[in-house]
């Protein structure tokens, strides 16, 4: 019954997320705004974690599962892909180190916050 409750818990999130992206037209993707939402609700204890664990770690473990769409439409694109491909590279690098960058700078915050 836990397991339920997080995917319908999980689901929810993903539905106002894609939602709220229709209504901005989709400008942010709703996954990604409902994921925030998600994040907002856990951080903000509106939910608790315990309701999702489980099935966040279920999500984790076959991470792999979920890029395997990606991975064949990559194949799919070859032809662009081999023309732009030193931009792809370097813009894949920098936004790699953005990301790495704002994470850590946001966990510090929120470690210092937890003290």
Same mark, same amino acid.
């Given at each position: 019954?836990?397991?339920?409750?997080?995917?319908? %818990?999980?689901?929810?999130?993903?539905?106002? @997320?894609?939602?709220? *992206? $229709?209504? =901005?037209?989709?400008?942010?993707?709703? +996954? /990604?705004?409902?994921?925030?939402?998600?994040?907002?609700?856990?951080?903000?204890?509106?939910?608790?974690?315990?309701?999702?664990?489980?099935?966040?770690?279920?999500?984790?473990?076959?991470?792999? %599962?979920?890029?395997?769409?990606?991975?064949? @439409?990559?194949?799919? *694109? $070859?032809? =662009?892909?081999?023309?732009?491909?030193? +931009? /792809?590279?370097?813009?894949?690098?920098?936004?790699?180190?953005?990301?790495?960058?704002?994470?850590?700078?946001?966990?510090?915050?929120?470690?210092?916050?937890?003290?």
């Amino acid at each position: 019954m836990k397991m339920v409750k997080g995917i319908f %818990i999980v689901l929810l999130f993903y539905f106002v @997320g894609q939602c709220l *992206s $229709y209504l =901005i037209s989709g400008f942010v993707p709703g +996954s /990604i705004i409902g994921m925030i939402l998600l994040f907002l609700s856990l951080y903000f204890k509106a939910i608790s974690p315990d309701s999702v664990r489980d099935i966040a770690n279920a999500f984790t473990r076959n991470m792999a %599962i979920f890029f395997i769409p990606a991975g064949a @439409g990559l194949l799919g *694109s $070859y032809g =662009i892909i081999s023309q732009f491909w030193m +931009s /792809i590279l370097i813009v894949c690098s920098i936004s790699t180190i953005l990301v790495i960058a704002v994470v850590g700078i946001v966990q510090q915050k929120m470690e210092k916050q937890k003290k």
